[in-house]
């Protein structure tokens, strides 16, 4: 096999450019197996540099029925390789291995993927060859017995990648058109309206906490009596609860009345909203 010969391999097998190829081949004697190996350190080298920059565009890639269902991000640093085929190809295959390993990122990045490199291994390939930062961010997979998944992309990119995704599972015995739809209108209301808990009594308290001593700094120049000061203040957080919590939230489609309120008028009674999660890119 001529050089040229082998370069065209390295560069198919590898991705890399006829440069770094050219000079792999030289470097190797010829071996091709050792060329791979020597663009491989390379590629972990320039890899390493890039990880320093910041990756905030990207793609959430989405993957599941209404059984199961998983999302993961991938993060890069422009939206022009978010586009990019080869970076499209990698994050949906990705997001298959993602669902049956039920978003267990250490158990993902050695998990082998079509060309029978580990996930952490084409990382470093895809970093090398598009030469951007690109990183595997949060991921989240539901599964909950006897329930049904909904699910809603937003700014679609391609197929099942975009630049935000909701997953919900609702409990019920019910499958209907009813269900269905409350489904899929419940997980676009989730994507307007952003909520941090289901109820009120669960979102996390070091966010309560934080919203208290920005209200505090909000009006402790106010000139107000402190008895008055407070109960504004208690006023603030309970608000700030409200609009956070999904069943006490305006209703995107209805805005008079709670999603609570509209789960009610469904009228089916074993119907709970048992889980979901909201994922937008770099947020």
């Given at each position: 096999?001529?050089?040229?010969?082998?370069?065209?391999?390295?560069?198919?097998?590898?991705?890399?450019?006829?440069?770094?190829?050219?000079?792999?081949?030289?470097?190797?004697?010829?071996?091709?197996?050792?060329?791979?190996?020597?663009?491989?350190?390379?590629?972990?080298?320039?890899?390493?540099?890039?990880?320093?920059?910041?990756?905030?565009?990207?793609?959430?890639?989405?993957?599941?029925?209404?059984?199961?269902?998983?999302?993961?991000?991938?993060?890069?640093?422009?939206?022009?390789?978010?586009?990019?085929?080869?970076?499209?190809?990698?994050?949906?295959?990705?997001?298959?291995?993602?669902?049956i390993n039920n978003s267990d990122i250490e158990k993902i990045k050695f998990t082998k993927m079509k060309n029978s490199k580990t996930v952490e291994d084409n990382l470093v390939s895809i970093i090398a060859k598009i030469?951007?930062?690109?990183?595997?961010?949060?991921?989240?997979?539901?599964?909950?017995?006897?329930?049904?998944?909904?699910?809603?992309?937003?700014?679609?990119?391609?197929?099942?990648?975009?630049?935000?995704?909701?997953?919900?599972?609702?409990?019920?015995?019910?499958?209907?058109?009813?269900?269905?739809?409350?489904?899929?209108?419940?997980?676009?209301?989730?994507?307007?309206?952003?909520?941090?808990?289901?109820?009120?009594?669960?979102?996390?308290?070091?966010?309560?906490?934080?919203?208290?001593?920005?209200?505090?700094?909000?009006?402790?120049?106010?000139?107000?009596?402190?008895?008055?000061?407070?109960?504004?203040?208690?006023?603030?957080?309970?608000?700030?609860?409200?609009?956070?919590?999904l069943l006490s939230q305006a209703w995107v489609m209805e805005p008079k009345k709670k999603v609570k309120e509209v789960i009610k008028e469904l009228n089916i009674p074993d119907l709970i909203v048992k889980d979901f999660?909201?994922?937008?890119?770099?947020?």
């Amino acid at each position: 096999m001529s050089d040229i010969e082998k370069i065209k391999q390295l560069r198919q097998s590898t991705g890399a450019g006829f440069k770094d190829c050219n000079a792999a081949i030289n470097e190797s004697g010829g071996d091709l197996d050792k060329a791979v190996e020597i663009l491989r350190v390379k590629g972990i080298s320039k890899a390493s540099k890039k990880m320093s920059r910041e990756a905030k565009e990207g793609v959430v890639a989405l993957s599941g029925d209404s059984k199961k269902i998983s999302v993961i991000e991938v993060n890069c640093e422009t939206d022009f390789v978010a586009k990019n085929e080869d970076f499209i190809k990698f994050v949906k295959e990705l997001s298959e291995i993602n669902f049956i390993n039920n978003s267990d990122i250490e158990k993902i990045k050695f998990t082998k993927m079509k060309n029978s490199k580990t996930v952490e291994d084409n990382l470093v390939s895809i970093i090398a060859k598009i030469g951007e930062k690109i990183t595997i961010g949060r991921s989240k997979t539901i599964l909950n017995e006897n329930s049904l998944c909904f699910s809603y992309l937003h700014t679609v990119v391609k197929d099942n990648l975009s630049k935000l995704a909701v997953l919900i599972s609702i409990d019920t015995k019910e499958k209907n058109e009813k269900v269905n739809s409350f489904g899929k209108q419940l997980a676009m209301h989730i994507a307007a309206s952003n909520p941090l808990a289901l109820e009120a009594k669960d979102i996390p308290q070091d966010i309560i906490n934080k919203e208290q001593e920005l209200v505090k700094e909000e009006l402790k120049n106010s000139g107000k009596p402190d008895d008055i000061v407070n109960k504004i203040s208690l006023g603030k957080i309970n608000k700030f609860k409200e609009d956070n919590s999904l069943l006490s939230q305006a209703w995107v489609m209805e805005p008079k009345k709670k999603v609570k309120e509209v789960i009610k008028e469904l009228n089916i009674p074993d119907l709970i909203v048992k889980d979901f999660f909201r994922l937008k890119i770099g947020e």
